[in-house]
């Protein structure tokens, strides 16, 4: 029992990813959760948040921001973080109404939404940014780049992105001429000049540039 309390330890000391959300465990808090987004940059599909409520006492090796992950690991770890949270919550806005309430506000959204599918009522929120979320009534505090120095905030990082790359290759199904299987949404030259060829797709964000500038075809 001394050697395993020692590797934790050391473990910490060396994961400062964990250490972080020790701090606030230490201050008697019991349900943190950390929320994160994923897609608030890209041109087309859904801007998702996942929240994660992690046991104090839990140690996930490999967890971290998830854009430092490959798409392997992050599946891994996908699963092992629904397995050990205490509790997480997945929320999802579609392209149309990011268009109708713009991308901070569907961001917020989407991530009231990941709250409220919580089984547990968290004592805290980390927040990944430098925004709060409005609208909630829990204790909560922004972390600028806090999927890079919060347990809990990574992991809900990997969640979101998971998610959201899967919705993603589900698209690129349903609409094959765009590639969605390879960027996700973002702008790449490949997707720029899919649009231009084949006009807009239903899942296209059309108040951001440069899809504000033409006209949907394929509605």
Do not use: W
């Not at 991308?103 to 929120?125: C, G, H, N, W, Y």
Request: some cysteine; overall charge positive; proline content about 5%.
């Amino acid at each position: 029992m001394q050697k395993k309390s020692q590797q934790t330890k050391l473990f910490l000391k060396e994961n400062k990813i964990f250490l972080f959300d020790k701090n606030f465990y230490d201050k008697g808090l019991h349900n943190v959760s950390g929320i994160d987004e994923a897609g608030r940059g890209p041109l087309a599909g859904p801007v998702v948040a996942a929240a994660v409520v992690l046991p104090k006492d839990i140690i996930i090796e490999s967890v971290n921001d998830s854009k430092k992950l490959t798409p392997k690991k992050r599946d891994v770890l996908f699963e092992e973080i629904k397995s050990k949270a205490f509790s997480y919550g997945i929320g999802i806005v579609d392209a149309k109404t990011i268009d109708e309430i713009n991308i901070l506000q569907a961001t917020f959204l989407a991530m009231r939404k990941a709250l409220e599918q919580l089984s547990v009522e968290p004592d805290f929120v980390l927040v990944d940014g430098n925004h709060k979320i409005p609208g909630i009534t829990f204790n909560q505090q922004a972390v600028v780049s806090g999927d890079a120095k919060s347990a809990c905030i990574a992991s809900a990082s990997i969640l979101a992105k998971v998610t959201r790359d899967r919705l993603m290759l589900d698209y690129a199904k349903m609409y094959p001429e765009y590639g969605f299987e390879k960027h996700k949404g973002y702008g790449t030259k490949a997707h720029l000049e899919a649009i231009e060829k084949f006009g807009p797709c239903p899942i296209h964000r059309l108040t951001f540039a440069p899809l504000n500038s033409k006209q949907p075809t394929l509605f």
